[in-house]
């Protein structure tokens, strides 16, 4: 939607019932498949939060065409950077409450697992996949991230699958193979004046 507003880029039919589908599928593994959870959901200041997160994450997605001709590396690098200068005066208003953060080594080992997978990794390979297939097909693998989380606590910590993990699994991967199939043969982005860094 953004990539239309922003740039008039047209999503096939198949690719936005590919989106739809994925959607839902996220929807059944949040929810466990109870719809009657719905019923009774009410927006917090917490779920706000997060749909600002999705807004500004559909932006920068969209906009990540219009990267300068840097190494993506370099790219990644400034936008830390930014993002280091956004959250400062946070982090001040939170030392001058009195919060203290000890120092350990469960602690070191999670700021590197964070640092490295789902800061550096992750990012590149995003910023890649968009430039590679563009803003709408990349965009979709954001719904793999509930079937990543069960996954990961069920090897990690012995959760049990439940029946709708896997009813969830079915219309995300449904969904995404969907969109791939309605778009392949076209190029991955139209008239795309993205900058590509050789």
């Given at each position: ?6 740039f008039g880029?047209r999503?096939?039919?198949?690719q ?8 839902i599928g996220?929807i059944?593994?949040?929810?466990q ?5 719905l019923a ?5 200041f917490g779920d ?7 807004l ?8 990540l065409?219009?990267?300068p ?12 950077v930014i993002?280091?200068?956004c959250?400062?005066p946070?982090?001040?208003a939170e ?9 350990n080594a469960?602690?070191l080992a999670?700021?590197a697992?964070?640092?490295i997978?789902?800061?550096?990794l ?6 890649i996949?968009v430039e590679?297939?563009g803003?709408?097909?990349a965009g979709q693998?954001?719904?793999l ?9 069920a090897a990690?910590?012995g959760?049990p699958?439940h029946?709708?993990?896997?009813a969830g699994m079915a219309?995300?991967?449904g969904?995404i193979?969907?969109s791939v199939?309605t778009?392949?043969?076209a190029?991955?982005v139209?008239?795309?004046?993205v900058h590509?860094c050789?």
């Amino acid at each position: 939607l953004i990539d239309r507003v922003l740039f008039g880029q047209r999503s096939p039919v198949g690719q936005i019932l590919g989106v739809l589908l994925s959607t839902i599928g996220v929807i059944v593994v949040v929810v466990q498949a109870d719809i009657s959870l719905l019923a009774g959901f009410r927006f917090g200041f917490g779920d706000v939060l997060i749909l600002g997160g999705v807004l500004v994450w559909a932006f920068y997605t969209s906009l990540l065409r219009l990267r300068p001709a840097v190494h993506q590396l370099s790219f990644l690098l400034v936008t830390f950077v930014i993002a280091a200068l956004c959250m400062t005066p946070l982090a001040i208003a939170e030392w001058n409450s009195g919060q203290r953060i000890i120092l350990n080594a469960e602690l070191l080992a999670a700021c590197a697992y964070v640092a490295i997978f789902p800061s550096v990794l992750s990012y590149l390979l995003f910023n890649i996949a968009v430039e590679r297939v563009g803003a709408g097909r990349a965009g979709q693998t954001i719904s793999l991230m509930p079937l990543f989380g069960a996954g990961l606590a069920a090897a990690l910590l012995g959760e049990p699958l439940h029946d709708y993990h896997i009813a969830g699994m079915a219309l995300i991967l449904g969904g995404i193979a969907l969109s791939v199939a309605t778009a392949r043969g076209a190029p991955a982005v139209a008239n795309d004046p993205v900058h590509k860094c050789r």
